[in-house]
């Protein structure tokens, strides 16, 4: 299993990339390719105390760093020579089984369009973090790639979520369910109507119906199907009230003496729910859809969050996922038409 | 000011109801009209050992119930003997200054459409919660009310969301926020893009410009405008964050001895907290748009929330909410037309 590391990607680049990738090899003993400025990666090496490459890891030299301030659309043309740029290409040539990326996440959506493609038949790649819920964790697809969608978008999602969960994560039987401001399936906009419509007809989906927000954050689903627009909104307003019970619960504990104690008497599960609630460990969110593995760490990760990326890359890219999806790219077709002609009639 | 009270609707009528109804009659010197069955209102007055009606409390009797099973659209026409429908009369004649009901939250959309009418020009009317945030609490508009929306809906939100925060709560210039999946004027699908268009040359409105998730829970604005679809799936993600931290806590804090010892020495903190997120302070969403005050409390109101909601009704009550509105309709009227006539350009 060889992981290919854009060393160059994300806030922290590349000091924590690369830390993050030798823990990985270590610990997981995969080999790694890290892609960018041979100087600034060796430097990192150097400042660690590390004289030499560690065995199964290698670098590929690339010259330009695309950042955040790049526009996602055009990032790969302005910079053909980034490291973004070439990890997708060393990827799409075999020559990694997976790629790892903290980059702009606009622009390895876009490029990896471009360069890796997207298995055939698929409509659109997706963003999919996994969320901790109380007893186990979720998949939401998507979660900003795409803010408008068509039911066949939605239907895909549910596959590509589905299999995922399935392949990748050993999760049996996934209970996949459509976000909406409603269980009944009278619920929300026309196009999750029809959306709900189709997937209730999908034998290969564990469809468990509507999803309203608050189950999905209480984990009645494994795999919650929704656009990007509202994916994003749902996301990001999770992390907001977990930082907002999260800096109560600081301030609660810091307040005097007394509190200090009760913050002692209670250390385990604080640490244990903050385990829970560590991004780090489950950060990476696969782009689902495309016929490699791409996995895009959180543009703030950190050498323990880099390593939790490609500990998650390992299983998708040790299963045959593309293969998979392809396998049903028939049925997602026939429904899909099916529903077009129902609809024309 | 004379509040009326839905005396039959919600899960617990109409004994939380009414009880609720005569803690506001004593508290806050409000004169109270209580609607529906005066067999079973007496009853609750009875089983409390209440002999005579207190003073400032009357009853209108209706001899039918409006249910959660009852279908919104069709409720009003098929009760219309129902509390609900009555209370509705009662305001629209102006028996009472601001209606409180706990009912079917469509089917009180759909009749006080009907019955009470939305302010003239206003397209839609919308259901506004109020929630918490860490230093205060915001507005959002609109809930669930609609799920599809126009530029001129989010508009109006945007003025009628500011309206109430102002007058109703006396927050000074409020602060508005369009929930979008990024805070770049860009972002989000095109019905957004036009939306902020139009809201950023809204004299009359504090526009911060969008709004992420996160940054809405936090309390960036005083006003969240968004469509009823996404505003429903915020609110309720927000509710099951809530209650993951919730009871991950009680549980933390019941796991042994040593832990219930730091729950007693959290315990101001905790009950602070606990205040602050009990919906029963802040729980009567008020039904903008109308042209008289609606105050929708939750379903499972009980009689501390029936207060609260009474509580909110009465500033709403006292300022000229619908006037002001109607003060403003020109402006509305004049910006959606220019950005029209801008789109056929």
New interface residues.
Partial sequence: MKIIIDAMGGDNAPREIVRGALIANKEFGVDIILVGRVEDILQVLKDDGITDLPKGVEIAHAEQVVTMEDKAATAMKDKPESSMVLSLKLLNEGKGDALVTATNTGAVLAASTLIVKRIKGVRRGALVPTMP??KGYCLLIDC?AN??VTEEYLLQFAFLGSAYSKLALGVDNPRVGL?N??AEETK???LLKNTHNLLKNAKEINFIGNV???????GTADVIVTD???G??????????????G???KS??K?NL??K???L??YK??KA?KAKMDYRETGGAPLLGMSKPIMKAHGGSDAWAIRGAIKQAIPYAKCDFAGYISGQMETMKAMTSNAQSEVQT
């Fill in positions: 819920t109380p900003g803010v408008e976000l401001n409603g929300g906009t026309q309203e927000g608050n189950d999905a954050v209480l990007g627009f509202t994003n909104v749902y996301l990001k307003t999770v992390e907001g009230v977990g930082k907002f019970f800096d109560m619960l609660m504990f307040r007394l509190t104690i009760a913050a008497l209670c599960d604080i729910f």
